[in-house]
């Protein structure tokens, strides 16, 4: 029997593409290792965010080559969408797949092992033979690229990470895919098409399954997750779908992942406040506090309607968890568009930041900004906000320390700790070993090594509850 194996980067909405492909495997009968050493083929998806998403991809696979020269590379996701001959070129790529056609990949598995005068027991994979009318080229090397218009892609598959791996709680529901945004420093939409959405009646079995399986958190995500259902005709609210998972299933929490600041309305946070089974956790990109750089960057808001949303949200949840996505290094940021940033997130609400260097991607509208930022002050300025994100994240868990809050126990652990992780995004390390998935009542320890005293036995939120959140 053929095995593989698969390697992921980038964002979260990348896990489930890669949890897809590995069930598809299994189900069509190859084994996964989980060592690239062992495996007959190795299945790499890709992110090309910045420079470094490339470059850590392309260090991969050339990796992966030295330590196991037999194995057949085959390279996908945002990357592979972006610049397939690029990927083509480089030794021991023997497929290229880009994002347009990865539920092909089973097939292109199935003609490797065959065309190697290997067997394979994959009756449910499509061979590549009925694959003719395909844009696949040769590249210039011994890879064969398969891409294709990823504009062209109308639906999006029910993804979700987990399950697959023994060890892993809190699984990825990919909802949504794709963006019709235009931001002038981001390839995504390029690599991932049009905003498009699984209808909420698929969304609502998936979770359920989920459940079934014994899963207690799901975390909802998507490229632009805000602009779920505007695509399905008639039109549906990610407001709408939230609500069909509370009243039609027994998840016991679900937490949403990145939220563009529009989509943060009043009755959004309102319907977040209403229940304790939605984890009080918003993560909002702000991306800069200078309202001339949100200009340039193609960001339809300015810092004060942020500002807004985030007061919506904590007059709604007083101890929520606020992140924030900022970039340093925008062609043409001054000391002044700087200092805007710093005192932007000074005066609000934030408990955590992550914080990115401006990276240039080809065919994007910042791509063609001059007045580029020297790299040693790009450096400076993302270490003075890196720093800003922990002291406002200490400061938050200095607020709760003392508190008694619901955790749930994550696979990290050691003789004398498990990692556990509150609804408002705490991790806290619970005494004692504990197996993954489990609610937890915790004392909030002061500091974020210190370990944390359990305060009364695991008991799960009842799935009808519908009061106020819990932190509120």
């Not at 007959?40 to 890709?46: K, M």
């Not at 309102?270 to 506090?289: E, K, T, Y």
């Not at 809050?405 to 992780?421: H, I, K, P």
Request: hydrophobic share 40%; with cysteine; aromatic share 6%.
């Amino acid at each position: 029997m053929a095995t593989f194996s698969i390697e992921n980067f980038g964002c979260r909405a990348t896990e489930p593409d890669a949890a897809a492909i590995r069930r598809e495997l299994i189900a069509g009968g190859f084994a996964h290792s989980a060592e690239h050493t062992r495996a007959d083929v190795v299945v790499l998806n890709t992110c090309t965010v910045t420079a470094a998403a490339d470059s850590q991809s392309r260090e991969a696979i050339r990796k992966i080559h030295r330590a196991n020269p037999s194995a057949k590379i085959i390279v996908t996701g945002c990357y592979a969408q972006r610049v397939p001959e690029e990927l083509a070129a480089l030794e021991g790529v023997s497929w290229v797949v880009g994002n347009s056609h990865q539920a092909q990949i089973p097939g292109v598995i199935r003609e490797m092992i065959q065309s190697t005068g290997g067997t394979s027991a994959a009756p449910n994979f499509i061979p590549l033979a009925r694959l003719e009318d395909e844009p696949m080229s040769l590249a210039r090397g011994p890879a064969k690229i398969l891409t294709g218009d990823i504009f062209a892609q109308a639906d999006v598959q029910i993804l979700s990470s987990g399950l697959a791996d023994t060890d892993r709680t809190r699984p990825i529901l990919k909802i949504q895919d794709g963006c019709n945004n235009r931001c002038s420093y981001c390839v995504i939409p390029f690599v991932r098409g049009r905003s498009r959405s699984l209808p909420p009646g698929a969304v609502v079995e998936e979770v359920a399954r989920l459940v079934a399986a014994g899963v207690k958190e799901i975390v909802l995500s998507g490229i632009n997750l805000g602009t779920y259902g505007r695509d399905l005709a008639p039109r549906v609210e990610l407001a709408s779908v939230v609500r069909r998972i509370l009243d039609e299933t027994a998840l016991e929490q679900l937490r949403l992942s990145s939220i563009e600041p529009q989509d943060v309305t009043e009755d959004f946070v309102a319907l977040a406040a209403s229940s304790a089974r939605i984890a009080p956790h918003f993560h909002v990109p702000l991306q800069s506090g200078s309202d001339r750089i949100l200009r340039a960057m193609h960001r339809w808001y300015r810092a004060e309607h942020y500002a807004e949303r985030m007061q919506i949200i904590h007059r709604y949840l007083a101890d929520a968890a606020i992140g924030a996505d900022v970039i340093v290094g925008f062609p043409g940021e001054t000391e002044d568009d700087f200092q805007a940033t710093v005192d932007f997130i000074e005066r609000l609400p934030f408990t955590y930041l992550h914080v990115f260097s401006f990276s240039e991607r080809p065919g994007t509208g910042a791509a063609r900004l001059g007045e580029r930022v020297v790299h040693n002050l790009i450096r400076e300025r993302a270490r003075y906000l890196r720093a800003l994100g922990e002291k406002k994240s200490a400061e938050f868990r200095a607020s709760l320390a003392g508190r008694n809050v619901r955790a749930l126990t994550l696979g990290r652990s050691t003789d004398q700790w498990t990692e556990a992780l509150t609804g408002n995004y705490l991790k806290v390390r619970v005494r004692g070993r504990h197996s993954a998935n489990e609610w937890c009542e915790v004392i909030v320890p002061a500091g974020r090594n210190d370990v944390a005293e359990i305060s009364a036995p695991p008991l799960p939120l009842s799935p009808i509850e519908t009061a106020t959140a819990a932190y509120s």
